[in-house]
């Protein structure tokens, strides 16, 4: 994802907290803002996984959509702020290991 500066700075940038999926959280700020996104029509740039020191898979997926889940709840209206909660709690009780 390339960014304006401008449209960066009006993010906030990256939030504060360096345990993974600051990408996803950021994408969802400006998704929320109304900012306009395109994909990169080829690969700008390679990316190597499982790298030590590296962020990816540092955080459970579940951790992650909670992350990002957040942003919306703040965006919700009342009624519908409890879902975040709803949806951990959905995910305790049947984990997607059991889903066939």
Same mark, same amino acid.
């Given at each position: 994802?390339?960014?304006?500066?401008? +449209?960066?700075?009006?993010?906030?940038?990256?939030?504060?907290?360096? &345990?993974?999926? /600051?990408?996803?959280?950021? #994408?969802?700020? &400006?998704? !929320?803002?109304? !900012?306009? %996104?395109?994909?990169?029509?080829?690969?700008?740039? #390679?990316? =190597?996984?499982?790298?030590?020191? @590296? %962020?990816?898979? @540092?955080?459970?997926?579940?951790?992650?959509?909670?992350?990002?889940?957040?942003?919306?709840?703040?965006? %919700?209206?009342?009624?519908? +702020?409890?879902?975040?909660?709803?949806? =951990? %709690? !959905?995910?305790?009780? &049947?984990?997607?290991? /059991?889903?066939?």
């Amino acid at each position: 994802l390339l960014v304006r500066a401008a +449209s960066f700075r009006s993010l906030g940038q990256f939030t504060e907290i360096r &345990a993974g999926c /600051e990408d996803y959280e950021l #994408w969802t700020r &400006a998704w !929320l803002l109304g !900012l306009r %996104m395109e994909k990169a029509v080829e690969p700008l740039y #390679w990316y =190597r996984e499982g790298h030590p020191g @590296s %962020m990816f898979g @540092s955080m459970s997926q579940f951790d992650c959509a909670q992350r990002v889940l957040r942003w919306y709840k703040g965006a %919700m209206p009342d009624k519908l +702020s409890g879902l975040p909660e709803l949806t =951990r %709690m !959905l995910y305790e009780l &049947a984990p997607p290991s /059991e889903y066939k």
